[in-house]
Structure formats: C-alpha cells, structure tokens
T-cell receptor, first 114, second 107 residues
Framework: DAGVIQSPRHEVTEMGQEVTLRCKPISGHNSLFWYRQTMMRGLELLIYFNNNVPIDDSGMPEDRFSAKMPNASFSTLKIQPSEPRDSAVYFCASRSQGERYTIYFGEGSWLTVV | AQRVTQPEKLLSVFKGAPVELKCNYSYSGSPELFWYVQYSRQRLQLLLR??SRESIKGFTADLNKGETSFHLKKPFAQEEDSAMYYC?????????FGSGTQLTVLP
C-alpha cells in the first residue's frame, strides 16, 4: 500500500486565492483526519471524518476553511479566501476500523500564502 | 479538554549522551499514550505506544500515572535520532498531540 497520499506537496499562492488540498486515505481505512502543523501551535486537529461523515470540526479555524469527503477514498480541505496566516503544513491521516487510536499520516502539503 | 504538554520546544544533546523528552498529560481515567516521530520533511510515524511496552530504535517510554507523565528516553542518543517528537493522547477516538520537541543530536 502506498500509504496516505496527499497533493499538492507544495503550493505557493497569493492572498485571496482559493486553495484546495487533496487526500487519498489508505484503502480500507474508515476514519480520516486533517491536521495543521505550525511552529507556533504545533499539530492541531482541524476535522475528522468517520465513514465519510464529519464527526468533529471544532478545530476548523473559521468559515474560510471547509472540508469534504465525498467517498471513502477521497477528501478535500479548501481555504477560500486564503490569508498569509494560513501558511502551514497540512497533514491528512487515516485509521482503520480495527484501530482505536493509531493513525497513519500522509507526507503533508506545504502551503505558503504570500 | 484533554491536554498534552511538552515543555521543551528544542532539545540538544551530544551523541552518546542520554536523552529524555518530557511529556505530561491532563489526568482522566486510563489514558492511552503515544509517541510519534517526524524526521526532516517526512511524514509523522508512530514510534511507540504505552500499551505495547516496547522499545523501538532504543527508545522507551513509561507511563507514570502518579506524575501523569509519559517521558521518552534513550540511554545513548545517535545523530539519526535528530527529529521532531510528538507526544499524543487518545481520547474519544481522537489523538490530541503536544506541541512537539525538536531533538538535535550533536556529533
């Protein structure tokens, strides 16, 4: 298995533009997580899905952020409009039904908003 | 709210020296605790979990319920141990991570 796959790996965009980050979880995993990593705040959970349904989105910073999971093999995290303070590494992670907590991370999407 | 505290953002030790990365958690029932490691520009990987009571790459971590701690230790640090280490706690089927400690092992 290729693991959790994220795209793009790197993105540089101008303030005000829409950003879409994509994630393909490990096949057979039924939970998916989006995390944001910054130097100041470390690793923060933004949202997580179970069986494609959003369970907890309390970590989503504000209305500019939205996440979807239209099917078991694909999720998006969208920022519209983007701001410089959104610059961070965004990680997607997935977990199988048999696991209580252990999650498997993708390689991250490095976002820079200028 | 569940909290995981890693008091040191940065930690430097010399090769061959012992290393301890501190982690404290907010008390609540029977916690499940984990250490994840992130090598430079790579994905986070599970290093170890307390329920396994295992040693991975020479690292161990003991759950101390009295002190609500789960410190990560290695008796002899190696240069390849340089990485970002995150302590995490499981609750409500989610993992809450600490802010991380960047370990640098100097030659």
């Amino acid at each position: 298995d290729a693991g959790v796959i994220q795209s793009p790996r790197h993105e540089v965009t101008e303030m005000g533009q829409e950003v879409t980050l994509r994630c393909k979880p490990i096949s057979g995993h039924n939970s998916l997580f989006w995390y944001r990593q910054t130097m100041m705040r470390g690793l923060e959970l933004l949202i997580y899905f179970n069986n494609n349904v959003p369970i907890d989105d309390s970590g989503m910073p504000e209305d500019r952020f939205s996440a979807k999971m239209p099917n078991a093999s694909f999720s998006t995290l969208k920022i519209q409009p983007s701001e410089p303070r959104d610059s961070a590494v965004y990680f997607c992670a997935s977990r199988s039904q048999g696991e209580r907590y252990t999650i498997y991370f993708g390689e991250g999407s490095w976002l820079t908003v200028v | 709210a569940q909290r995981v505290t890693q008091p040191e953002k940065l930690l430097s030790v010399f090769k061959g020296a012992p290393v301890e990365l501190k982690c404290n958690y907010s008390y609540s029932g029977s916690p499940e605790l984990f250490w994840y490691v992130q090598y430079s520009r790579q994905r986070l990987q599970l290093l170890l979990r307390h329920i396994s009571r295992e040693s991975i790459k020479g690292f161990t971590a003991d759950l101390n319920k009295g002190e609500t701690s789960f410190h990560l230790k290695k008796p002899f640090a190696q240069e390849e141990d340089s990485a970002m280490y995150y302590c995490a706690r499981g609750s409500a089927r989610q993992l809450t991570f600490g802010s991380g400690t960047q370990l640098t092992v100097l030659p």
